[in-house]
């Protein structure tokens, strides 16, 4: 019954969490031994509970801009019952094993929903891999372009061939951010021959346009080529691209795969409902990378997910990758209507930078928001989107991803009775009567966006954990039930 719409019971064991029996019928409760909780959820849709593989929580070291206590409550109020944390933005990266413990010293006790954490490849951290791996990371991350924080230096491809090797039979995932500056972006001609090639913005700084021809398709489409001139190196080694934007990539990975590499992709939920021709100049909101491109690429990535033989792209995420205020650098008409609050004073070279897509600091907030945002681009504009496919790039797939296929992702005995209770003809505008933007700050893109289908509750190992419209912002008089996810990969 898992992965197909119709009538279903599920019973979940109070004592284990565990999904126990399923049923294709809805039994009623003189069913059961008399006195069993039961709740009749008819006529709403229950999916597993969502796997976002791809958060930056930030803590501890930036817990202004996110932190486990406000990111698990948002995740949790969008039917997100696990949420795989970045291994940067936090201070220090989680590089290390003793860094993998400070994260866990922070997030102990502070977590609404299950949290697993990811491990970081930086130069010179070759020896950290496989102990990280054993101390339960569910899978590595590394840069090929600056990642916007200095404690997080992107990686040569010496050093992702030394990663390579080092891993290539640990039970893993190495994923990359697959940006990469070309030697030469654009011609200059005889210039080449002596001067470095033209790397600054063409345009005003805060039009969007500016911002996306300065980070091109080939931008994409050359990263990836170099992670795939490695493979060969770890043929048994899993390997993931990160946010993939541009549809351009997709070949390149097609072509692998065909040739036996086992590479995925994932992309992420901005890069299916935004488009750059509607992003207003200064509206720094949309400022992430790789950027958000134009409708007929979106298009395009709905109709890889869709596509009925194998799609390079697997799964669909979040990056919610937040920010203060002050760092988006929003300007005075945006954040007008933006913010609930005016910022905190912000210094005179920061006001001047306002609106700057450059200046801004890079990330779409958005973890426990997905599966409206999908939902709502299903019903507007895709019509043959389906719940059993979100369940699958959205809980199946991105379970699969980092080593949890035995126990979350999917609704069938044995699993943890993760459970999001999905109403699918629901609208709502997200922010209004603070609903929809329980992370620490309230800046994204999707403000004020109407939204159609709404989760009315989540449940965490076979208990309630939040209810739309619920007393204490839903959690009632909950305290955070969250596991962290350590037990090593197999
Ligand atoms: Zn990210």
Same mark, same amino acid.
């Given at each position: 019954?898992?992965?197909?719409?119709?009538?279903?019971?599920?019973?979940?064991?109070?004592?284990?969490?565990?999904?126990?029996?399923?049923?294709?019928?809805?039994?009623?409760?003189?069913?059961?031994?008399?006195?069993?909780?039961?709740?009749?959820?008819?006529?709403?849709?229950?999916?597993?509970?969502?796997?976002?593989?791809?958060?930056?929580?930030?803590?501890?070291?930036?817990?202004?801009?996110?932190?486990?206590?406000?990111?698990?409550?948002?995740?949790?109020?969008?039917?997100?019952?696990?949420?795989?944390?970045?291994?940067?933005?936090?201070?220090?990266?989680?590089?290390?094993?003793?860094?993998?413990?400070?994260?866990?010293?922070?997030?102990?006790?502070?977590?609404?929903?299950?949290?697993?954490?990811?491990?970081?490849?930086?130069?010179?951290?070759?020896?950290?891999?496989?102990?990280?791996?054993?101390?339960?990371?569910?899978?590595?991350?590394?840069?090929?372009?600056?990642?916007?924080?200095?404690?997080?230096?992107?990686?040569?491809?010496?050093?992702?061939?030394? *990663?390579?090797?080092?891993? #290539?039979?640990?039970? /893993? &995932? !190495?994923?990359? %951010?697959?940006?990469?500056? +070309?030697?030469?972006?654009?011609?200059?001609?005889?210039?080449?021959?002596?001067?470095?090639?033209?790397?600054?913005?063409?345009?005003?700084?805060?039009?969007?346009?500016?911002?996306?021809?300065?980070?091109?398709?080939?931008?994409?489409?050359?990263?990836?080529?170099?992670?795939?001139?490695?493979?060969?190196?770890?043929?048994?080694?899993?390997?993931?691209?990160?946010?993939?934007?541009?549809?351009?990539?997709?070949?390149?990975?097609?072509?692998?795969?065909?040739?036996?590499?086992?590479?995925?992709?994932?992309?992420?939920?901005?890069?299916?409902?935004?488009?750059?021709?509607?992003?207003?100049?200064?509206?720094?909101?949309?400022?992430?990378?790789?950027?958000?491109?134009?409708?007929?690429?979106?298009?395009?990535?709905?109709?890889?997910? *869709?596509?009925?033989?194998? #799609?390079?792209?697997? /799964? &669909? !995420?979040?990056? %919610?990758?937040?920010?203060? +205020?002050?760092?988006?650098?929003?300007?005075?008409?945006?954040?007008?209507?933006?913010?609930?609050?005016?910022?905190?004073?912000?210094?005179?070279?920061?006001?001047?930078?306002?609106?700057?897509?450059?200046?801004?600091?890079?990330?779409?907030?958005?973890?426990?928001?997905?599966?409206?945002?999908?939902?709502?681009?299903?019903?507007?504009?895709?019509?043959?989107?389906?719940?059993?496919?979100?369940?699958?790039?959205?809980?199946?797939?991105?379970?699969?991803?980092?080593?949890?296929?035995?126990?979350?992702?999917?609704?069938?005995?044995?699993?943890?009775?993760?459970?999001?209770?999905?109403?699918?003809?629901?609208?709502?505008?997200?922010?209004?009567?603070?609903?929809?933007?329980?992370?620490?700050?309230?800046?994204?893109?999707?403000?004020?966006?109407?939204?159609?289908?709404?989760?009315?509750? /989540?449940? !965490?190992?076979?208990?309630?954990?939040?209810?739309?419209?619920?007393?204490?912002?839903?959690?009632?008089?909950?305290?955070?039930?969250?596991?962290?996810?350590?037990?090593?990969?197999?």
């Amino acid at each position: 019954m898992s992965g197909r719409l119709g009538p279903a019971t599920i019973v979940i064991s109070v004592n284990t969490g565990k999904i126990v029996s399923t049923h294709d019928s809805v039994l009623v409760p003189s069913d059961f031994p008399y006195g069993t909780p039961y709740a009749d959820h008819s006529p709403h849709i229950l999916l597993p509970g969502l796997v976002d593989a791809h958060v930056h929580l930030n803590e501890p070291g930036r817990t202004e801009w996110e932190g486990f206590w406000t990111g698990t409550k948002a995740a949790a109020s969008g039917g997100v019952t696990t949420v795989v944390d970045m291994p940067l933005n936090a201070i220090p990266p989680t590089t290390t094993v003793i860094g993998l413990q400070e994260k866990i010293r922070a997030a102990q006790g502070q977590c609404w929903v299950d949290v697993g954490f990811y491990g970081g490849i930086i130069p010179g951290n070759l020896s950290e891999l496989r102990p990280l791996v054993n101390a339960g990371v569910r899978g590595f991350k590394g840069f090929l372009i600056d990642s916007g924080v200095p404690e997080f230096p992107a990686v040569s491809s010496t050093d992702i061939a030394a *990663a390579f090797t080092e891993l #290539s039979t640990s039970p /893993t &995932v !190495v994923m990359f %951010h697959a940006e990469m500056i +070309p030697p030469i972006s654009e011609s200059v001609g005889d210039d080449v021959q002596w001067s470095l090639p033209p790397l600054a913005p063409i345009g005003p700084l805060n039009e969007y346009a500016t911002f996306l021809a300065s980070r091109p398709v080939s931008f994409e489409t050359y990263a990836i080529s170099q992670i795939l001139s490695l493979a060969h190196l770890a043929p048994e080694l899993p390997l993931h691209i990160v946010h993939l934007s541009a549809i351009e990539a997709i070949p390149l990975l097609r072509e692998a795969r065909a040739a036996g590499v086992s590479i995925t992709a994932e992309t992420c939920f901005h890069y299916l409902s935004l488009a750059s021709e509607s992003i207003r100049d200064g509206d720094t909101r949309h400022k992430c990378c790789p950027p958000i491109r134009t409708k007929s690429n979106q298009d395009r990535l709905w109709a890889e997910l *869709a596509r009925e033989d194998d #799609s390079v792209i697997k /799964t &669909v !995420v979040s990056d %919610h990758s937040p920010c203060t +205020p002050e760092l988006k650098l929003l300007p005075p008409a945006i954040e007008a209507t933006a913010l609930p609050t005016p910022p905190a004073e912000a210094d005179m070279e920061m006001e001047k930078r306002k609106g700057d897509f450059f200046s801004a600091w890079g990330g779409v907030s958005s973890v426990g928001l997905g599966l409206p945002i999908l939902w709502t681009s299903a019903l507007e504009n895709h019509r043959s989107i389906t719940p059993e496919m979100i369940a699958k790039w959205c809980c199946e797939h991105t379970a699969k991803q980092v080593g949890l296929e035995t126990c979350k992702g999917k609704l069938e005995v044995g699993f943890d009775g993760d459970v999001c209770v999905f109403d699918d003809k629901c609208e709502w505008v997200v922010g209004r009567t603070g609903e929809g933007m329980l992370f620490r700050n309230k800046v994204t893109p999707y403000q004020g966006k109407k939204m159609k289908g709404a989760v009315q509750e /989540t449940w !965490v190992r076979g208990q309630q954990i939040w209810k739309r419209g619920g007393s204490g912002g839903g959690f009632g008089g909950m305290k955070p039930v969250g596991r962290l996810l350590l037990e090593p990969r197999r």
